[in-house]
């Protein structure tokens, strides 16, 4: 079975740490195989938990893809083939969206909302859908992650530049 892991980049100032302890009882309550969930946050850093990763970075909106990359490289220590990369204010129906991954292909998965310009990129208000040797891929290149864009658009531009 293809594993999921749920990567939800967190802010803990309101409403956003509410929106985390929500989505812990409500659609992350519900035990799907195979899927795991996390939430990640910059600072105030605090102790890491089963579902709560900290990371030493400002929290900005200018300051995500800092924050994106950081947890990436966490990620990888785990076991995983497939990271659907959300926000704090979307909802995940897990069950379905680990059916959905037993169809892709085991490599060169980068989905999401195209934004039909030149050169595209995937929009990051809803989610990412990425294969674990594009996470891989981002870390192995985050040399080439423009931080002066916002994440969704640099993270697309680094997909571009490599090919996939």
């Known amino acids: 079975m293809k594993k999921v892991l749920v990567a939800v980049i967190s802010y803990q100032g309101h409403p956003y740490g509410e929106m985390a302890q929500t989505s812990l009882n409500t659609?992350?309550?519900?035990?799907?195989e195979g899927c795991e969930t996390l939430f990640y946050f910059g600072n105030p850093q605090k102790e890491n938990t089963d579902k709560f990763v900290y990371f030493n970075v400002q929290e900005s909106l200018h300051s995500m893809g800092f924050k994106d990359l950081l947890f990436f490289e966490y990620a990888l220590t785990k076991e995983w083939d497939y990271m659907a990369r959300v926000n704090s204010s979307c909802w995940v129906h897990k069950k379905e969206l680990t059916e959905y991954c037993q169809t892709l292909p085991d490599t060169n998965?980068?989905?999401?909302?195209?934004?039909?310009?030149?050169?595209?990129?995937?929009?990051?208000?809803?989610?990412f859908l990425m294969s674990r040797d594009v996470i891989q891929a981002i870390v192995d290149n985050k040399h080439?992650?423009?931080?002066?864009?916002?994440?969704?658009?640099?993270?697309?531009?680094?997909?571009?530049?490599?090919?996939?």
Request: cysteine-free.
């Open 144 to 164: 080439l992650w423009d931080h002066r864009l916002m994440e969704d658009m640099a993270m697309s531009y680094v997909i571009n530049q490599l090919g996939i």
């Open 109 to 127: 998965v980068f989905a999401g909302l195209k934004v039909a310009v030149e050169p595209p990129w995937m929009f990051g208000g809803g989610q």
């Open 27 to 32: 659609w992350d309550s519900v035990n799907i």
